[in-house]
Each structure stands twice: as C-alpha cells, then as structure tokens.
C-alpha cells in the first residue's frame, strides 16, 4: 500500500474509486461524441450519459455529506465531483452544438470536424490520465498523470486558438461564426474540465497527506 493508501480514511479511498464511475461515463460519452462527428445519430446516447452522470453526483453527494469523509474536505469533495460531471456536460453540449446548424460551406465543415474529432482524440487522453489518477496510491505518478492533463490541455489551447484563427479569417456570416465559436469553447471546456478535476484532486490527496 502506497503513502496515500495508508493516510486515506476507507470514506475518502471509497468516494475516489466510486468517482472514477463518473469519468468512465465521459469516456464512454466521448466516444459517443466521436461517433457523432463523423455520423450524427447517437445524440440520445450522449443524453442518457449526461444524465447518468447527474444522477452519480447526488448519489456521491449523499455519501460525502453523510459523514464518510473528514469534515474539512466536503466541500473540496463536492468541487471535486462537480468537475467531473462537467466534464460530461461539456461533451454533451459540444454534441448538441454541432447538431444545431450545419454550414453550408464544404470546407469550413471538413475543417471543424477534423479539428473536433482531433478535440475528442486529445480529450480521450486527458481522461484516460484522469482514471489513472484515481486509482494510484503512489502521489509521484499521481502527479505525473496531472501533468499530462495539463499537457493535453495545453495542446487542446492551440487547437481551439487554430479554429477562432481560422473563423476570422475565412468566415464572413454571423450565424456561422458563432456556431463555429462555440464547438471551440465547448470543445476546450471538455479539457479544462478534465484539467480542473484532476487540479482538485491532487490539492485532496496533498490535503489528506499534509
């Protein structure tokens, strides 16, 4: 057992692993999402999931406020899962986005959904670490899986700053620059998210361990 398996109470070790139920809700929404780029059929899927998720939260909720976990970490708990379901929010909205207003224009579609699916790709990634993350006792890998989100976070920043670069200049309809504006927000919230999940969860771990 690693120095985090030894200083966590069976509440806290017992939320973290439960959690994780969340994040494998957004990989699974993720490549539902990918599957939509490049078909758009699954979007009921991608509901379904989003609300699975909503309902891991309340139910993690109760157990974190029921006493399981030591009183000063609740609320860094509930930010924690709240992160996390952010995550599959972000990915359900970017799929209802893209369903919303298909461009007429060829070239701007084939352009956003390569850079979207490439998003996806790298998202995928991100989540994977985040997963890692949660079922690791050792807080050195911990950490190393952190900064590899940070990392895939750092690249999904230039893909989104490549497409805002691309809608300005060669998008001269409103409607379609905003469409085009929000898939980017959309898409980069799904890795900052899973940034600022993993961010909460190293402050816990360093928290319990301190």
Do not use: W
């Amino acid at each position: 057992m690693g120095l985090l398996g030894k200083a966590f109470n069976g509440g806290e070790s017992g939320i973290i692993s439960e959690s994780s139920k969340i994040v494998k809700i957004a990989i699974e929404a993720n490549s539902k999402l990918k599957a939509l780029i490049e078909e758009p059929t699954v979007i009921n899927e991608i509901k379904m999931l989003e609300k699975k998720s909503d309902d891991e939260v309340l139910r993690l909720s109760d157990m974190i406020t029921s006493g399981s976990i030591a009183p000063n970490l609740i609320d860094d708990f509930l930010e924690y899962i709240d992160k996390e379901d952010n995550i599959v929010d972000s990915i359900y909205n970017l799929a209802r986005e893209f369903l919303r207003y298909k461009p007429r224009n060829k070239r701007i579609r084939h352009y956003m959904r390569s850079q979207l699916l490439k998003m996806s790709d790298i998202g995928a990634l991100a989540m994977s670490s985040l997963y890692k993350m949660q079922h690791n006792e050792n807080l050195e890998i911990v950490k190393k899986h952190h900064a590899e989100i940070e990392h895939f976070e750092e690249e999904g920043d230039e893909i989104k700053d490549g497409i805002f670069d691309f809608a300005y200049s060669s998008i001269n309809d409103f409607k379609t620059f905003y469409h085009v504006s929000q898939l980017a927000h959309y898409a980069d919230n799904m890795l900052d998210n899973c940034e600022d999940a993993s961010d909460v969860l190293v402050s816990i771990m360093d928290s319990i361990i301190s």
